[in-house]
């Protein structure tokens, strides 16, 4: 007796926020594929048709009403039959508007799944957007039921607010369970995933589908690296990273259920992904957004060197363009590792000298400063200038400024408003700086599959081994403002990612005055990361999207052992308050 057989696609791909039309031609292109590989079922990503995440733009009714209109022509080209599909989409029912997934089949919309659980942490805001939707039953497929939990649907854990969407489907006869997910990258998050996913095959007993979407979006990348388990927890298939890829899974069904055995591929971990991540950043910003291409300050230094390597891995080199601004301070090693940098990238370069500018600033302030003794003002001054003329090239040529800032300088404030912060992107901005040394090594002896830049060694070492300097005036090097990067970043590693307490971090060893110090700077220092680029989002907690500090606050950790809370001066919900004040 022949098993029965069940084939799913999935269409792993790249989206656009708000480009139904071009989100449904992927679609149409992908349901070919399907058709042609003899599949079943076609599954897309989470909102696919309107792109993920939409944000706002989905509370317009001319918006909901295109995404409804796109998803409804798809139904209707099914009606001559080939495979089904299921497709994320906004949906509007009873005015309220849902986060929903569309099984399209046999020339309609067959069934509708609304998410249930909406996350509202981090860079997700659902809450605010979408109603949760109930937990629903499987849709049938071909005589097969399938499951359809919306990416938030098997993340949560028990709680009141939790709806187990995925036992409502057990119980309800559900045999497969696929997922449709906007689940953004971050480092280490293919372990969690993975163990999310375990965690709902154990408890449902099935086997399990998880589409991820790729691409950027603003500073968002999603990696892709989708997957399926087999109930008895082993591998299925996965899907590669950081690249479009439309697969074809076939599933038999024995006496223990239903069973794949797909492709595995395997995926980028640690630094790796960290560059293909800001790579793909990158180049969807620039094309999604139709800049012609980018431009960058080539300075000499790591933070530019890498920035521009990435920019010719993600765009080519005959669309990154990149200029020497000097200035007295400027050293000659500088010049010539700018300008062997733009040599082995093989980018267009060319050094215009900020003299002449700097110093007719300089004299038409001599009348306001006079007096007053040189400080950092002056530094500033050259800062400004380099990024007047930068955005002025800008300006007349279309080409986007890449900034080029580090996640640890933009930290401690070490970065000139409207000066070398100026720019429309920076895809090193979640990135310490002792990340870019590991990550500048590692791209002269790899370079990711797809990237667009040249193979071996890009960024000469001597960037690499000297000393960082922003070369503002004689002799400075970054250390004489700052710790070591890799004291720095451990401080900040703690303060930013962890929230830990300050007396947490001097009891692990740094110095309390450093410690102080460091904190006092990552505080003062938010009114300019409130207006700095946006840029490739890498840990959990960004700034801008996950990290969200007020600029006016007068809060600060004194570095002292915490209170501990009194517990008998609070009184418990439902308490009468004559159990507090009696008298």
Do not use: H
Not at 139 to 147: A, D
Not at 164 to 181: F, K, S, Y
Not at 263 to 278: F, I, R, S, T
Not at 328 to 357: C, G, H, M, N, W
């Amino acid at each position: 007796m022949t098993e029965p057989t069940f084939k799913i696609t999935l269409a792993q791909l790249n989206p656009t926020v708000g480009d139904v039309p071009g989100n449904a031609a992927k679609a149409r292109a992908a349901r070919d594929k399907a058709a042609a590989d003899g599949a079943d079922l076609l599954l897309l990503p989470e909102l696919f048709i309107c792109g993920y995440p939409p944000e706002d733009l989905v509370l317009k009714p001319a918006f909901q009403a295109a995404c409804r209109a796109a998803v409804e022509e798809l139904a209707r080209e099914t009606a001559g039959g080939g495979p089904a599909v299921l497709i994320g989409t906004p949906w509007v029912e009873d005015g309220k508007l849902y986060n929903a997934c569309a099984l399209l089949d046999q020339g309609r919309i067959a069934a509708l799944r609304f998410k249930a659980n909406l996350p509202n942490y981090g860079v997700f805001d659902e809450k605010r957007l979408f109603a949760r939707g109930p937990a629903a039953g499987p849709v049938t497929v071909r005589g097969i039921r399938v499951g359809v939990p919306i990416c938030e649907d098997i993340w949560l854990e028990e709680s009141e607010e939790y709806e187990n969407v995925v036992e409502c489907l057990a119980e309800t006869g559900a045999e497969i369970l696929v997922v449709p997910n906007g689940s953004p990258y971050a480092r280490d998050k293919n372990d969690l995933r993975l163990s999310i996913a375990v965690a709902r095959v154990t408890e449902s007993g099935l086997p399990l589908v998880y589409l991820n979407q790729i691409g950027g979006q603003d500073e968002l990348v999603f990696d892709g690296a989708s997957f399926a388990l087999n109930a008895d927890l082993s591998v299925a298939a996965q899907l590669p990273a950081f690249e479009e890829n439309i697969a074809t899974l076939r599933w038999t069904k024995g006496v223990e259920g239903w069973r794949c055995s797909g492709p595995v591929v395997p995926l980028l971990e640690g630094d790796k992904a960290d560059y293909a991540a800001c790579v793909l950043g990158l180049r969807d910003y620039v094309r999604k957004n139709g800049f012609p291409g980018v431009l960058l300050g080539i300075s000499g230094g790591i933070d530019s060197a890498l920035c521009a390597a990435i920019a010719v891995d993600a765009l080519g080199a005959d669309q990154v363009r990149g200029v020497m601004l000097p200035f007295r301070f400027t050293a000659q090693v500088s010049l010539d590792d700018a300008a062997k940098l733009a040599k082995a990238l093989a980018i267009r370069y060319e050094v215009l000298p900020i003299a002449d500018a700097v110093n007719g600033f300089e004299k038409i302030l001599s009348g306001p400063f006079a007096g007053l003794p040189r400080d950092i003002t002056e530094e500033n001054l050259q800062a400004r200038t380099r990024g007047t003329l930068l955005m002025a090239i800008s300006n007349k040529t279309g080409a986007m400024v890449v900034t080029t800032g580090n996640k640890s300088e933009m930290s401690v404030g070490y970065a000139t408003i409207y000066g070398d912060m100026n720019g429309g992107f920076n895809p090193i901005k979640d990135i310490y700086k002792t990340e870019v040394f590991r990550l500048s090594s590692l791209r002269n002896e790899w370079k990711p599959d797809g990237a667009l830049g040249p193979s071996g060694e890009v960024i000469p070492v001597n960037i690499i081994t000297r000393p960082p300097t922003a070369e503002l005036r004689e002799n400075q090097t970054d250390q004489d403002s700052l710790p070591p990067y890799d004291m720095l970043d451990g401080i900040l590693e703690r303060l930013v990612e962890r929230e830990e307490p300050l007396a947490t971090i001097i009891a692990a060893g740094f110095p309390a005055e450093m410690v102080t110090r460091i904190d006092r700077l990552l505080n003062v220092a938010e009114y300019k990361r409130r207006q700095a680029a946006p840029g490739v989002k890498v840990t959990e907690k960004n700034f801008g999207r996950d990290r969200r500090y007020p600029i006016t606050n007068r809060f600060r950790d004194n570095g002292k052992a915490l209170p501990a809370p009194d517990e008998k001066l609070v009184a418990r919900a439902g308490r009468a308050s004559a159990d507090v004040f009696d008298g």
